[in-house]
């Protein structure tokens, strides 16, 4: 009866399990989906009320994504994975304890013949229990590895930082992108109320046989074009907030608002910190960027973890000693010490393990030869990067001058053309026009102006200069 309820059970146990194995790959799919719907809309609500509901500025994204970010996450992972396999390295410097237990019942006692007699040498049932403490004494090699595994973890920790300055200058890169989306939106929105009302004009003239059906036609080609145009900001604008969204981990469907003066507030303003910048020489801003840049010190991490490795190849050569202290208890009763105490030494010595041992020595110095050339690569590459960011930053700046004297024009114009049109020397379709063009000019100062701050923001991680400290 017991084996029939023990049977059942087992067949139970084993649909149950089949039927799991057996499920769909949509059903999986769609629960996938629905529970990182969930997590994800939990994320944005949580980041909504971590705010108080009011506008995000750029330090507030910059929080967000620190807290959210996979990207960040995986890096963090990656270091405490580091960090665990430092302190499993180092625990070969520790004793090693075993214990064993083991019970032998043997089902006729053990029996041994002399000659015409038969002797019994154990009991038929014998529990034994052996207690072994390992101490290593001198095992270099083990040395070593800990020391490679210091070096990997201070690489990933200079890894995770270095994420988080990426994570940050993209951040703001996104950040200055949908601030330039919504300039150019309200720039267009001007520009369409502007082509709204020369068309009414323009129909209005024709009404009264001032104006040809050419002008109206113009006039309401003018206004499609600049409605067009809105529509495509518009576009553009939800997709950079969906990218933003994205870089901080957050659902690409939350709509918060985000406070873009916060590019650009100083002190100082992004004018005076990019001429500060420029009026150094390039040269002491390349030296600063190799000594400053977290990539280069990985760099200089994998390099001395290279060197470790020659090391400890060679270690393989060397003899390993190790102390050892055994403790044996048994219930044997014809053992005449039951328990009992044994201690000493263990060496080993590989003399010859192939080829082996020997090509890992060639190995770790090719391996050891490419860090190398890895890292001169690395400080090339950050040297032209120094340059580029400079040269956009130049270009930037340049550019915010030009735009600054541009929109200083189009005031003083369409101050002018306002006064002339006040007096009735001017049509309306002239203020209209000057009016189109200030707002068109501001916009392109306020582009201008964010550009120039993500160019300060750019140079500033070209040279290694960042807000976060290591810890």
Not at 56 to 75: K, N, V
Not at 159 to 177: C, H, K, P, S, T
Request: glycine share 4%.
């Amino acid at each position: 009866m017991r084996r029939t309820g023990l049977f059942a059970g087992g067949m139970t146990l084993a649909v149950i399990l089949s039927a799991g194995c057996r499920t769909p790959p949509a059903e999986v799919r769609r629960r996938e989906a629905a529970d990182w719907e969930r997590r994800i809309a939990e994320a944005g609500r949580a980041a909504i009320e971590r705010t108080g509901g009011r506008a995000w500025t750029l330090q507030d994204c910059q929080a967000i994504a620190r807290a959210q970010s996979l990207d960040l996450t995986r890096a963090r992972l990656a270091e405490q994975i580091a960090r665990a396999r430092q302190w499993a390295s180092f625990s070969a410097f520790l004793p090693q304890v075993e214990f064993q237990v083991q019970t032998v019942a043997m089902d006729e006692p053990p029996l041994r013949r002399f000659g015409e007699m038969t002797v019994s040498l154990q009991d038929q049932e014998v529990r034994q229990a052996s207690l072994r403490i390992v101490q290593p004494l001198f095992t270099p090699e083990a040395w070593l590895l800990h020391s490679a595994a210091r070096r990997g973890a201070n690489a990933q920790r200079l890894a995770r930082a270095r994420a988080g300055q990426w994570l940050d200058l993209a951040v703001a890169e996104r950040f200055a992108r949908c601030a330039i989306e919504d300039s150019r939106l309200r720039a267009a929105r001007r520009a369409l109320d502007e082509a709204v009302a020369a068309r009414r004009e323009a129909e209005s003239r024709r009404a009264n046989g001032r104006a040809t059906a050419a002008e109206t036609a113009a006039a309401e080609v003018a206004e499609s074009a600049r409605r067009l145009e809105l529509a495509a900001c518009e576009r553009g604008g939800r997709m950079a907030r969906a990218r933003l969204l994205e870089t901080m981990g957050l659902p690409p469907t939350l709509e918060p608002d985000l406070d873009y003066a916060s590019l650009v507030t100083g002190p100082p303003t992004p004018a005076e910190a990019a001429g500060a910048l420029l009026a150094r020489p390039v040269e002491e801003w390349i030296y600063d960027a190799l000594r400053q840049r977290l990539d280069l010190k990985i760099a200089d991490e994998s390099v001395a973890a290279r060197r470790i490795e020659i090391l400890r190849a060679i270690a393989l050569f060397l003899p390993r000693l190790y102390g050892f202290a055994d403790h044996y208890t048994t219930s044997d009763s014809y053992v005449v010490h039951d328990e009992y105490w044994a201690s000493g030494l263990h060496g080993t010595l590989s003399l010859l393990t192939g080829f082996r041992d020997l090509q890992a020595v060639r190995i770790a110095r090719a391996e050891w030869r490419e860090a190398q050339i890895l890292r001169d690569l690395t400080a090339m590459a950050a040297m032209v990067q120094v340059i580029e960011a400079r040269r956009s930053l130049e270009d930037a700046l340049e550019q915010w001058r030009v735009a600054r004297q541009a929109q200083t024009a189009a005031r003083l114009a369409a101050a002018e053309v306002e006064s002339a049109y006040a007096n009735g020397r001017l049509p309306a379709s002239a203020r209209d026009r000057a009016r189109a063009a200030l707002a068109d000019a501001t916009a392109r100062a306020e582009v201008s102006e964010l550009t120039l701050a993500l160019a300060v923001r750019v140079f500033h991680d070209a040279v290694g200069v960042s807000s976060e400290t290591l810890p």
